[in-house]
């Protein structure tokens, strides 16, 4: 089991960055594909962004590619969310979602995931 806690959601002004970061719980973290989804008001949530297990291999939706980056820290059972050009349209609850132990690369919808963090707020002000 994997217990997952979102923090570095805020109030940002467009074109700005933020870093989102979750913390993980349990000994398997490493074994796990992490990901990043994100849902704004009257929105379904949707995917943003996935790492793989060893953090060789990740995949971004195309609404953020090249403005966001997912990394990992196993050692410290880390994932991060890197948030550089921010727009108005990225306002939404941030959630970090983890898939495993050792699942098949590739799934990008939310019931590929088994673990969930409860969110974090990120606006971005126009």
């Known amino acids: 089991q994997v217990q997952l806690v979102e923090s570095g959601g805020g109030l940002v002004q467009a074109g700005g960055s933020l870093r989102l970061s979750c913390a993980a719980s349990g000994r398997t973290f490493s074994r796990y594909t992490m990901g990043w989804f994100r849902q704004a008001p009257g929105k379904e949530r949707e995917f943003v962004a996935a790492?793989?297990?060893?953090?060789?291999?990740?995949f971004y939706a195309d609404s953020v590619k090249g403005r966001f980056t997912i990394s990992r820290d196993n050692a410290k059972n880390m994932v991060y969310l890197q948030m550089n050009s921010l727009k108005p349209e990225d306002t939404a609850v941030y959630y970090c979602?983890?898939?495993?132990?050792?699942?098949?690369?590739?799934?990008?919808?939310?019931?590929?995931?088994?673990?969930w963090g409860q969110g974090t707020q990120v606006t971005v002000s126009s």
């Open positions: 979602a983890a898939r495993g132990p050792f699942k098949a690369w590739g799934p990008t919808g939310m019931s590929a995931y088994d673990y």
């Open positions: 790492i793989n297990w060893s953090g060789g291999s990740t």
